[in-house]
């Protein structure tokens, strides 16, 4: 079965200093991946996503995501972290079987402390 | 562009109530979900339109669910009855869809539904 996993429901980061939200996915194929961020009473806003090509992708507000092929795993970093990124984040993967369901993680909550 | 448009932002009512959200997705934009989220079971696709047509709607609860999209800037979501354990918050998504090639799902802010 095709799934998207975040280990952790709550990281907790000082101001200045690197981030790590883990996300890890079983699928079948190639994997599509994505990285959504939820503000408080906001939608989810897209940062990034991979599906092909350099397995370090690039994003909105300087966060980034490393494709891992042996390790199935798309991590979202960033190298210094601000009190804004405060936010639930979500992985998602694009599920094979369809060419338009997205299957989202279970989301981890990013606190940055001032 | 103005983003995916949902309203209301809010809505409280009560229990039997029909309630109805409303979605206009992002210009030029041929695919539209609507989803929901609860603590309990996270982000859920209810259903999926492509050029106006329900596609997958095997996320829909229940009959009480219905949905339409009876032109290409607008789509509804209705709850008729309306019950407690309905109350969440509901997105509306749009991406443009070539063949089997989808682009980015762009959500919208979302309505927060309780009903009491």
Known sequence: ?114 | DAGVIQSPRHEVTEMGQEVTLRCKPISGHNSLFWYRQTMMRGLELLIYFNNNVPIDDSGMPEDRFSAKMPNASFSTLKIQPSEPRDSAVYFCASSFTSGRRQETQYFGPGTRLLVL
């Open chain 1, 1 to 114: 079965a095709q799934s998207v996993a975040q280990p952790e429901d709550q990281v907790n980061v000082a101001e200045g200093n690197p981030l790590t939200v883990k996300c890890t996915y079983s699928v079948s194929g190639n994997p599509y991946l994505f990285w959504y961020v939820q503000y408080p009473n906001r939608g989810l806003q897209f940062l990034l996503k991979y599906i092909t090509g350099d397995n370090l992708v690039k994003g909105s507000y300087g966060f980034e995501a490393e494709f891992n092929k042996s390790q199935t795993s798309f991590h979202l970093k960033k190298p210094s972290a601000l009190v804004s990124d405060s936010a639930l984040y979500f992985c998602a993967v694009r599920d094979m079987d369809s060419s338009y369901k997205l299957i989202f993680g279970s989301g981890t909550r990013l606190l940055v402390r001032p």
